[in-house]
T-cell receptor, first 113, second 112 residues
Framework: KAGVTQTPRYLIKTRGQQVTLSCSPI?????VSWYQQTPGQGLQFLFE???????NKGNFPGRFSGRQFSNSRSEMNVSTLELGDSALYLC????????????FGQGTRLTVV | QKEVEQNSGPLSVPEGAIASLNCTYS??????FFWYRQYSGKSPELIMF????GDKEDGRFTAQLNKASQYVSLLIRDSQPSDSATYLC????????????FGRGTSLIVHP
């Protein structure tokens, strides 16, 4: 059974640009959650999508957005990048939501210069 | 602001010893508690979850939950050098939502 796949694995962007990250969940999983991990703030919840609808949202500015497609694949977009957006972005997929039975992808390491 | 607190460590234990990792949480209504292991540069891996007060054992791992004290712990018996990693505690918010809050993690070092 294939795991959660995130692409790309590494990205370098310039301040002010925008970026789109992709997450392909485990087959059959309808929930995809996104997280930001930094040394200073730890692992923080961004948002969760379930059956193409955003079900929960964390405390992040509107520059962070996402969507989910009918095949459950999800994308996360960050506009007007700031240096502080440099982080490991993780997605997790699960059958029902949250951390229950969820598996994390390997993450996308974003560096903003 | 819902918080999950962990001692950052590092916690250093000799091989074969019991490692005890602790976590406190502020949301009294929280109902689901998770322990993750994260190796440097890798993604978190679920070790175990616990919902009810008391102990839950899975191999060398035991999770302990005390809702009255808002405290959850993870015991690792017969610690191995391969257990050296950062251990993250996570809690689902109360109210039936699936919004998780993570602690900053405790670094564990198991030395031979």
């Amino acid at each position: 059974k294939a795991g959660v796949t995130q692409t790309p694995r590494y990205l370098i962007k310039t301040r002010g640009q925008q970026v789109t990250l992709s997450c392909s969940p485990i087959s059959g999983h309808r929930s995809v959650s996104w997280y930001q991990q930094t040394p200073g703030q730890g692992l923080q919840f961004l948002f969760e999508y379930f059956s193409e609808t955003q079900r929960n949202k964390g405390n992040f500015p509107g520059r962070f957005s996402g969507r989910q497609f009918s095949n459950s694949r999800s994308e996360m977009n960050v506009s007007t990048l700031e240096l502080g957006d440099s982080a490991l972005y993780l997605c997790a997929s699960g059958p029902s939501g949250g951390l229950t039975e969820a598996f994390f992808g390997q993450g996308t390491r974003l560096t903003v210069v | 602001q819902k918080e999950v607190e962990q001692n950052s460590g590092p916690l250093s234990v000799p091989e074969g010893a019991i490692a005890s990792l602790n976590c406190t949480y502020s949301d009294r209504g929280s109902q689901s508690f998770f322990w993750y292991r994260q190796y440097s540069g890798k993604s978190p891996e679920l070790i175990m979850f616990i919902y009810s007060n008391g102990d839950k054992e899975d191999g060398r791992f035991t999770a302990q939950l005390n809702k009255a004290s808002q405290y959850v712990s993870l015991l690792i018996r017969d610690s191995q050098p391969s257990d050296s990693a950062t251990y993250l505690c996570a809690v689902h918010a109360s109210g039936g939502s699936y919004i998780p809050t993570f602690g900053r993690g405790t670094s564990l070092i198991v030395h031979p």
